[in-house]
């Protein structure tokens, strides 16, 4: 970050987009942690801080008479916390925009830090409406966007508002800056052999990412769901596995195309059979393209992690989208954790290793290794498309 803020009245953006209770506690604080060293950077200079940011999606999730479930959705419920952590007595605004939050900048003092009521309350928010994003930034000096997680959307609060700034009057927050340095390391500056893991449920998800990964990658590694549909397309028997039908020839296509520009694609040779889907199902070892019927893959099986772990240790950076299984049962959590140790032990050596998007990112967590790769991410759908090579609206605003 660049800009001196001394004496302005900073709006930022920022992702506080946490987990609730029944009773409105913070379940996970992570977000609101992660957007922490921005918002005390920029107050060390001497300015007032408005925050503006989304919780959940109240205009889906309205009331049966139609309204807005405010109780539900208010950011209120984080100011207690969000003024523990800042270590000031931060200000609330029922509006995000309107006369009362402009009445409330106004009155805001310097050192002074002011949130915003949840920008999708507003109809104009996720539709990027122009009045909307005119009048949100005509509450701030200069705009920072440090809200990775929605750089994807070409919302009124992240991608409209910063049209109304000149260049020298908006920037990226640390968090921001941080992921778009450490993605394009991987796009554009890494070390080989760079090896991708893609895992999760669907090829449907992937494909972008699929497609991009064979551009620049040396070697792919499949797991999850996914690679039943990559099995499929070699002839082999999958049984009750999940597989898109109509993914198969797609699924032939990529095989093909890496094939012909060099690039390495493993797929799971075994796989922890089960039947029923179920943590309590009765499960094998079988290989991933002999799997009888009655039987579904829910994890990669041993042979597959031994040859996981051997590529993944000879590489020199990695990026991991996806689980390996259905982690969330312990008895198909094996494959993702070997992979995730794998990471971590690649990186020890010396790998960049770059955790990116959803539920990998729960997996490295749950299982502690969070600090034991090089940079786990914060957001899941921006991240994978950013991944994909797709200019994300939320940087391209602040870039120009
Ligand atoms: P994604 O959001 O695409 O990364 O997918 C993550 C989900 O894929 C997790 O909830 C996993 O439980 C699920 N998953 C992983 N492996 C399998 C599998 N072999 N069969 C069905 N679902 C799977």
């Given at each position: 970050?660049?800009?001196?803020?001394?004496?302005?009245?900073?709006?930022?953006?920022?992702?506080?987009?946490?987990?609730?209770?029944?009773?409105?506690?913070?379940?996970?604080?992570?977000?609101?942690?992660k957007?922490?060293?921005?918002?005390?950077?920029?107050?060390?200079?001497?300015?007032?801080?408005?925050?503006?940011?989304?919780?959940?999606?109240?205009?889906?999730?309205?009331?049966?008479?139609?309204?807005?479930?405010?109780?539900?959705?208010?950011?209120?419920?984080?100011?207690?916390?969000?003024?523990?952590?800042?270590?000031?007595?931060?200000?609330?605004?029922?509006?995000?925009?309107?006369?009362?939050?402009?009445?409330?900048?106004?009155?805001?003092?310097?050192?002074?830090?002011?949130?915003?009521?949840?920008?999708?309350?507003?109809?104009?928010?996720?539709?990027?409406?122009?009045?909307?994003?005119?009048?949100?930034?005509?509450?701030?000096?200069?705009?920072?966007?440090?809200?990775f997680g929605?750089a994807?959307?070409?919302?009124?609060?992240?991608?409209?508002?910063?049209?109304?700034?000149?260049?020298?009057?908006?920037?990226?927050?640390?968090l921001m800056?941080a992921e778009i340095k450490n993605a394009?390391?991987v796009?554009?500056?890494?070390?080989?052999?760079?090896?991708?893991?893609?895992?999760?449920?669907?090829?449907?998800?992937?494909?972008?990412?699929?497609?991009?990964?064979?551009?620049?990658?040396?070697?792919?590694?499949?797991?999850?769901?996914?690679?039943?549909?990559?099995?499929?397309?070699?002839?082999?028997?999958?049984?009750?596995?999940?597989?898109?039908?109509?993914?198969?020839?797609?699924?032939?296509?990529?095989?093909?195309?890496?094939?012909?520009?060099?690039?390495?694609?493993?797929?799971?040779?075994?796989?922890?059979?089960?039947?029923?889907?179920?943590?309590?199902?009765?499960?094998?070892?079988?290989?991933?393209?002999?799997?009888?019927?009655?039987?579904?893959?829910?994890?990669?099986?041993?042979?597959?992690?031994?040859?996981?772990?051997?590529?993944?240790?000879?590489?020199?950076?990695?990026l991991w989208n996806?689980?390996?299984?259905?982690?969330?049962?312990?008895?198909?959590?094996?494959?993702?954790?070997?992979?995730?140790?794998?990471?971590?032990?690649?990186?020890?050596?010396?790998?960049?290793s770059l955790v990116g998007g959803g539920?990998s990112v729960a997996?490295v967590n749950?299982?502690?290794?969070a600090?034991?790769v090089s940079y786990v991410s914060t957001g899941g759908g921006a991240m994978l498309e950013f991944l994909?090579?797709?200019?994300?609206?939320?940087?391209?605003?602040?870039?120009?």
């Open positions: 970050m660049q800009l001196d803020y001394s004496g302005k009245k900073v709006l930022i953006r920022v992702d506080f987009n946490v987990p609730l209770d029944d009773e409105y506690n913070i379940t996970d604080d992570t977000r609101m942690q957007a922490l060293p921005t918002l005390k950077h920029i107050l060390e200079d001497g300015c007032s801080l408005i925050i503006m940011s989304h919780l959940g999606r109240p205009l889906k999730k309205k009331k049966d008479d139609g309204s807005i479930d405010v109780e539900k959705f208010t950011l209120r419920h984080l100011v207690p916390h969000l003024s523990e952590l800042l270590g000031v007595e931060v200000k609330f605004c029922e509006e995000t925009v309107g006369e009362k939050a402009t009445e409330a900048v106004e009155k805001l003092e310097k050192g002074e830090v002011l949130l915003l009521e949840n920008t999708r309350f507003n109809e104009g928010e996720t539709n990027g409406d122009e009045e909307l994003a005119k009048q949100m930034a005509a509450l701030g000096d200069v705009y920072v966007n440090d809200a929605t994807h959307r070409a919302h009124a609060s992240t991608t409209q508002v910063a049209h109304h700034f000149a260049a020298d009057e908006k920037e990226f927050g640390l800056e394009e390391k796009l554009h500056d890494s070390e080989r052999p760079l090896t991708a893991i893609v895992g999760g449920a669907k090829v449907s998800d992937k494909i972008g990412l699929l497609e991009k990964l064979i551009d620049f990658a040396d070697n792919i590694i499949v797991g999850g769901g996914m690679a039943y549909t990559f099995m499929r397309a070699q002839g082999g028997k999958t049984g009750n596995s999940l597989v898109e039908e109509d993914k198969i020839d797609l699924a032939k296509e990529l095989l093909e195309k890496a094939d012909g520009k060099g690039v390495k694609i493993y797929l799971p040779e075994d796989s922890v059979v089960a039947d029923k889907f179920a943590a309590d199902a009765a499960t094998h070892n079988a290989d991933s393209d002999a799997i009888q019927d009655g039987y579904m893959g829910l994890d990669i099986g041993p042979k597959a992690r031994a040859v996981f772990a051997d590529v993944l240790t000879n590489s020199k950076t990695i996806g689980p390996m299984g259905v982690f969330e049962m312990e008895a198909f959590a094996n494959g993702t954790k070997a992979v995730a140790q794998a990471v971590a032990q690649a990186t020890e050596k010396g790998a960049f539920d997996a749950q299982l502690g290794l600090d034991e994909e090579g797709k200019e994300l609206p939320g940087i391209k605003a602040i870039r120009g």
